[in-house]
């Protein structure tokens, strides 16, 4: 079983993905860390309610006898999304994702990532567009990392994705956002939810994909291989949190300059006369 589903109007300004509520925005990996407990104490520290598990390299019951991360980050109190890293081709990715359903008791919210070849990840567009067709209509719903085109992105939403998962830049390198005006593109047509998903370097740059508009952020890299994963998973918190208050506020229009003063200039003392 996964995490007790939440009303949207129990929580203020909800996530909603899949027909359920969440009260964070971020959404957090749980790979390269040194051990399970790092993970634990670096999820914790970020308020994730959602975290991602790579179904090829994580143990979640699959290899019986060893550790399993599900001990570390239980079902009851976090919503597990299982990913197909590592997967080069829509058949492995389907194949990974029937194992995890198994693995979860039918849980169905998983993450879709088909890769085009190991040194950049990039991701296969055909290969994704076809395993995600196969999943939707097997009954998953289908959260899906995609580059920032936002033809493709429209398609994927088509075919039945609960969420487009746009790049901001290459998986693990912690470039941020290359392309802030696809992203836009993106979530001015987009539906469903937008979340950038991969190239988050730090905390500035997730609090700018919240302030384009982007409904969350998830990433791992920039957490897990910080000098300190706990203090960075604390600094992404609240990053994204003011960056989706700044979007709701809606900030002020930009000027090359302005004669417009900050203060009132009435009352001001006089000058003295010359």
């Not at 990039?122 to 097997?138: C, F, G, M, S, W």
């Not at 580059?147 to 693990?172: F, R």
């Not at 090359?256 to 010359?274: Q, T």
């Amino acid at each position: 079983m996964n995490a007790p589903t939440l009303l949207a109007d129990q929580i203020a300004d909800p996530l909603l993905i899949a027909g359920r509520a969440y009260r964070s925005r971020l959404l957090i990996g749980t790979g390269k860390y040194r051990d399970f407990d790092e993970t634990r104490r670096a999820v914790e520290a970020s308020g994730a309610e959602i975290v991602t598990v790579a179904i090829r390299r994580t143990n979640i019951g699959q290899n019986a006898g060893e550790p399993s991360l599900l001990d570390a980050l239980p079902p009851s109190r976090f919503t597990i999304l299982p990913n197909t890293a590592g997967c080069y081709n829509a058949e492995d990715a389907v194949r990974t994702l029937r194992l995890a359903r198994e693995l979860l008791d039918g849980h169905d919210l998983v993450k879709l990532e088909v890769l085009g070849d190991p040194n950049t990840l990039y991701p296969n567009i055909v290969e994704t567009l076809k395993a995600a067709e196969t999943l939707v209509r097997d009954g998953f719903k289908v959260m899906v990392y995609t580059s920032d085109d936002p033809i493709i992105a429209k398609q994927l939403e088509d075919i039945g994705c609960a969420a487009i998962m746009p790049l901001a830049s290459l998986i693990g390198s912690g470039m941020g956002i290359l392309n802030p005006w696809n992203l836009e593109l993106i979530i001015g047509s987009a539906e469903v939810p937008v979340v950038v998903d991969a190239g988050v370097g730090t905390a500035s740059d997730a609090a700018i994909a919240m302030e384009l508009g982007c409904d969350a952020v998830l990433m791992n890299t920039a957490v897990a291989k910080a000098q300190n994963p706990v203090l960075m998973a604390q600094a992404m918190r609240k990053a994204v949190e003011a960056g989706r208050e700044a979007f709701l506020a809606g900030r002020m229009p930009k000027k090359l300059y302005s004669a417009s003063p900050s203060s009132p200039a009435s009352g001001l003392i006089p000058p003295k006369a010359a």
